[in-house]
């Protein structure tokens, strides 16, 4: 069984920068894609970026274009976030995930292991 752990959430003035974490244990980590995902209070949950595992090939949503960089650490079986530029709006809980179903990226569904998620505020 996969399990996925993230850190480095936290409270961030707007502007300022924060790196998230996924570390996974369990299943070999190669063997799917990884994203990240965010939820806001009240809205639905989002997708921010995802990697394929294989070459590193990264896709991001429009809103964190030029913001955000998705990269992973094979050796550690780690996935980060970087998050630079942030805004009040980027405020969420963010969630790593393991795309365990063939499909686009960007949707929700594909992805059959999550993590517990980490808080990120930023202040405006």
């Known amino acids: 069984q996969v399990q996925l752990v993230e850190s480095g959430g936290g409270l961030v003035q707007a502007g300022g920068s924060l790196r998230l974490s996924c570390a996974a244990s369990?299943?070999?980590?190669?063997?799917?894609?990884m994203g990240w995902f965010r939820q806001a209070p009240g809205k639905e949950r989002e997708f921010v970026a995802a990697i394929r595992w294989s070459d590193g090939n990264p896709y991001y949503a429009d809103s964190v274009k030029g913001r955000f960089t998705i990269s992973r650490e094979k050796s550690k079986n780690t996935v980060y976030l970087q998050m630079n530029s942030l805004k009040p709006e980027d405020t969420a809980d963010y969630y790593c995930?393991?795309?365990?179903?063939?499909?686009?990226?960007?949707?929700?569904?594909?992805?059959?292991?999550w993590g517990q998620g980490t808080q990120v505020t930023v202040s405006s």
């Open positions: 369990g299943r070999i980590f190669g063997t799917y894609d």
């Open positions: 995930a393991g795309k365990t179903f063939e499909g686009q990226f960007w949707l929700r569904t594909m992805y059959g292991n």
